[in-house]
Every structure is written in C-alpha cells, then in structure tokens.
Antibody, heavy 121, light 111 residues
Framework: QVQLQESGPGLVKPSETLSLTCAVS?????????WGWIRQPPGKGLEWIGS???????YYNPSLKSRVTISVDTSKNQFSLKLSSVTAADTAVYYC??????????????WGQGTLVTVSS | QSVLTQPPSVSAAPGQKVTISCSGS????????VSWYQQLPGTAPKLLIY???KRPSGIPDRFSGSKSGTSATLGITGLQTGDEADYYC????????????FGGGTQLTVL
C-alpha cells in the first residue's frame, strides 16, 4: 500500500523560502509514475504546483514556475518542494501525491494527509 | 478563477441520484482525460474517477463519470450521508500555460 507523508515547517516568514519533503513508503519512486505537489488555501480549491519523475524530469504550474523547485532523492525514496519569496497568498495546506502524467491524462493517487503552511511574520 | 467550471453546490436526498458538471474547453477537457476527486471534511482528496469513467479499486459503482465534448459529469447514485463532501474535477490543459488544472469544487449536501 502506497503511503505519502509530508513534513516541514508550519510557519514561514514572508519573502523566505518554503521547504517541504514528502516521504514515500510501500512503493519505490524509481519504479515509475511522477510525484507531485498540490496546495489548497484555507476554504478554497485545489491548485497544482508541479510534478517530478525519478529521472528528474519536471512539469511546473506556469503561474508558479519562477518560484518553484521540485527535486527527488531516490536513495531516500522522497521528493521535495521549495517555493521562494513567499507571501501570505502562499498560505495553504500542501499535499503531495503520486501522479500519473502521460500524454492526455493526469491524475493524482494516493495523496498524503497534507500539511498546513502559514506565511506570517 | 478556475480553468474548469463547476457549480458551487448541489444537494439531494438520501437514496437519490445527483450529477456534478465540469465545463472546460478544447485545450483541456475537449482533448484530454478527466479525473474526479472526493474531499471529505478535514481530509485529503481521494481519487474517485480517472480516464473519464474508470474507477480505482475500492470505489463503489455508485460513482460514475462521463465526458462529452468539453464537459464532464460525475454521477452519484444511492446517495448516503457519508457522501457529503467537496468534489473536484481535474484534467491536463494543453494550452500555452500547460499543466494540470482543477475545477473550483462542488459541495454536495445530502439533505
């Protein structure tokens, strides 16, 4: 059974960099699939941030691309998110998820439980 | 403003059927597969439907998906109080701003 678990600081100061890690268990990242990040501001909908393959190939949301870096560590079976120059608008629950991206299809399954990151001084 | 348009809310009585629509364009739903997610209160989203109409293992056949042109529909039959949740559609957008996109979400109330 594939399980994902997000970890990282719950509070980040404005203009600083948000850093989160997603640990994967029950499945080897190197076996396939993309691995992605999705966020949800309080009381709002879902926003895809980006996804990475074990080879390092990435897709990023164009609206966030200039501030986002997603990396993968196959030796630790985990992947990470860095979002720079954060503002209050980046306050959200951040989810990691296994991602199918192939041609005309994309879906996310399963998801981690999510971690709330608040941007505040 | 979401790329995909969903009604903010729908409601129906227990045992009844409800449908949730998701409207897009030729750059997303019109030429790509659609997925649907259920988010129960306080929990992470869960995949309900992928590739327009396929159900992952463990998802009951009360949930169904369909697509026609640039719109997709999630159907839920035999409504239960436990189905009260937010539902999101998602797909790939192949425009210049390519990437995964979601609808704004629909809150289902089982009266």
């Amino acid at each position: 059974q594939v399980q994902l678990q997000e970890s990282g600081p719950g509070l980040v100061k404005p203009s600083e960099t948000l850093s989160l890690t997603c640990a994967v268990s029950g499945y080897s990242i190197s076996s396939g699939y993309y691995w992605g990040w999705i966020r949800q501001p309080p009381g709002k909908g879902l926003e895809w941030i980006g996804s990475i393959y074990h080879s390092g190939s990435t897709y990023y949301n164009p609206s966030l691309k200039s501030r986002v870096t997603i990396s993968v560590d196959t030796s630790k079976n985990q992947f990470s998110l860095k979002l720079s120059s954060v503002t209050a608008a980046d306050t959200a629950v951040y989810y990691c998820a296994r991602t199918m991206v192939r041609g005309v299809r994309v879906w996310f399954d399963p998801w981690g439980q999510g971690t709330l990151v608040t941007v505040s001084s | 403003q979401s790329v995909l348009t969903q009604p903010p809310s729908v409601s129906a009585a227990p045992g009844q059927k409800v449908t949730i629509s998701c409207s897009g364009s030729s750059s997303n739903i019109g030429n790509n597969y659609v997925s649907w997610y259920q988010q129960l209160p306080g929990t992470a989203p869960k995949l309900l439907i992928y590739d327009n109409n396929k159900r992952p293992s463990g998802i009951p056949d009360r949930f169904s998906g369909s697509k026609s042109g640039t719109s997709a529909t999630l159907g839920i039959t035999g409504l239960q109080t436990g189905d009260e949740a937010d539902y999101y559609c998602g797909t790939w957008d192949s425009s210049l701003s390519a990437g995964a996109v979601f609808g704004g979400g629909t809150q289902l109330t089982v009266l």
